[in-house]
């Protein structure tokens, strides 16, 4: 399998992109970068899925931007004193496959003309995190169908307890392949990450 970049976003906040980079983390012993964290330094999403990963070759690449305020990154950044600029936004280095967690979802700002869908480079594989929700289908399909405008190659997770109807419908509606679901888990580990890993793996 040749090196691939993948980004992961959501369809909005707390819908489970940490969780599904520690899945893909792990599932392709890639390494792991988060561009732009807010907020939650002593227990940001680094740590998160250093956490959860059992392998040891994955390297975790630090934040371009560590922002002190839980907040939209623009903000949390003129908080900060900075405005984001995404020449500092570099991609790091590495002959190994990346996982990159996006903030929040494709069209949260960075500054006052950027969002977190200009991070997104045309080699990446984006993968959307969607989890049920009154107005998620909404949320899903303008997201896949903005990157799909954009030529993008998408795929979709499931997070959360399932919901049959929502997920036929975005599977009919978007064309797009699902990697796999997540369960309502009471809780996450490493062994329960290995597990969705293991049964990812052949869907990336």
């Known amino acids: 399998m040749k090196q691939q970049t993948y980004f992961i976003t ?24 988060k561009p732009v964290q ?19 070759k994955s390297v975790f690449h630090p934040n371009s931007y560590a922002l002190k305020t839980p907040m939209s990154p623009h903000a949390a950044a003129e908080i900060d004193g900075l405005t984001i600029d995404l020449k500092t936004i570099k991609t790091p280095e590495t002959k190994n496959h990346l996982v990159i967690e996006g903030a929040g979802g494709l069209l949260v700002p960075l500054n ?3 969002t977190v869908l200009d991070i997104i480079k045309p080699a990446y594989k984006v993968v959307v995190v969607s989890r049920h929700y009154l107005g998620s289908i909404n949320h ?25 109807t929502t997920e036929s419908i975005i599977k009919k509606m978007t064309k797009v ?12 580990d490493k062994n329960v990450v290995k597990e969705y890993a293991e049964a990812f793996k052949e869907n990336l």
């Open 177 to 188: 392949p699902v990697i796999g679901r997540i369960d309502e888990e009471p809780y996450f």
């Open 140 to 164: 899903t399909l303008l997201t896949v169908n903005l990157l799909k405008e954009k030529g993008f190659d998408v795929s979709i997770v499931f997070n959360g307890k399932e919901h049959p």
């Open 112 to 114: 006052d003309s950027q």
């Open 10 to 33: 959501g369809i909005g906040t707390d819908v489970g992109k940490t969780i599904v980079s520690a899945i893909l983390t792990e599932a392709l012993e890639a390494d792991y970068w």
């Open 38 to 56: 807010a907020g939650d330094l002593d227990h940001s999403d680094t740590h998160k899925v250093q956490a959860l990963i059992s392998n040891s």
